[in-house]
């Protein structure tokens, strides 16, 4: 019992008492609230071993699959709701992975996560330090126009957004060739992700184009 006055008393002065400590507990209040209202999706292409980049590209680069790049697009850039776009959230050496004439992103709403820069990249909407900052400009500046959000990388990024509370998909690649690769996708674990047997606009039917067969898969996680 007297643990429990203490540990009501502590939430009574973090609310309460305006002190640096204190904003930083309302702030993680926040961003737990701000999470677990809105659906986030990632969306990635994987070897067999989870590699996902070599030497800043694509591991299977020069070669192209266009298709699969059609199907990245579609996903991230068709809106649900009349008169929004969709957000793309990536780290600062994603951003600089894409080939400059592509950027931004067209029809999208792109932020850059960099602790580094001190203003948005060219051509990059906004920057943000961090994945929590991102989401809560996705609540106050940019929330009559966000719909959904979309992380595109890095790695890091990728298990932030993993391990976070609340609905997350992950829409993934399944190439079934192996390249090299020295950047990785965390593993999916299967305690708290299911694979969906279908998802709306992700085709079912095996892909191949140059000679790399592939899959899409839809994983979505489990309320715990």
Not at 15 to 30: F, I, L, M, V
Not at 106 to 112: G, P
Not at 186 to 212: A, H, M, T
């Amino acid at each position: 019992m007297q643990a429990d006055v203490k540990h009501q008393r502590r939430r009574r002065i973090c609310w309460r008492e305006p002190t640096e400590n204190n904003k930083q507990c309302r702030g993680a209040e926040d961003r737990v609230s701000g999470i677990m209202s809105r659906i986030l999706n990632s969306i990635v292409a994987v070897c067999p071993d989870l590699g996902i980049g070599m030497n800043g590209n694509l591991p299977w680069h020069p070669v192209r699959l266009n298709n699969e790049f059609k199907h990245f697009r579609k996903m991230t850039a068709t809106a649900s709701v009349e008169g929004k776009q969709n957000v793309v959230i990536m780290g600062r050496k994603t951003w600089f992975s894409i080939p400059e004439k592509n950027r931004p992103l067209n029809n999208r709403i792109n932020i850059v996560l960099s602790r580094e820069l001190k203003v948005p990249p060219a051509g990059a909407h906004y920057l943000a330090a961090d994945f929590s900052s991102a989401l809560r400009l996705l609540d106050s500046e940019l929330a009559d126009r966000a719909d959904q959000v979309w992380v595109i990388g890095g790695s890091s990024l990728y298990k932030e957004l993993m391990d976070c509370p609340g609905t997350r998909r992950l829409f993934v690649t399944q190439i079934l060739k192996q390249f090299e690769c020295d950047t990785f996708l965390p593993k999916i674990s299967l305690d708290k992700y299911r694979l969906l047997p279908e998802f709306p606009g992700v085709p079912k039917e095996l892909q191949e184009e140059n000679g790399i067969q592939y899959r899409f898969e839809v994983y979505e996680s489990i309320k715990q």
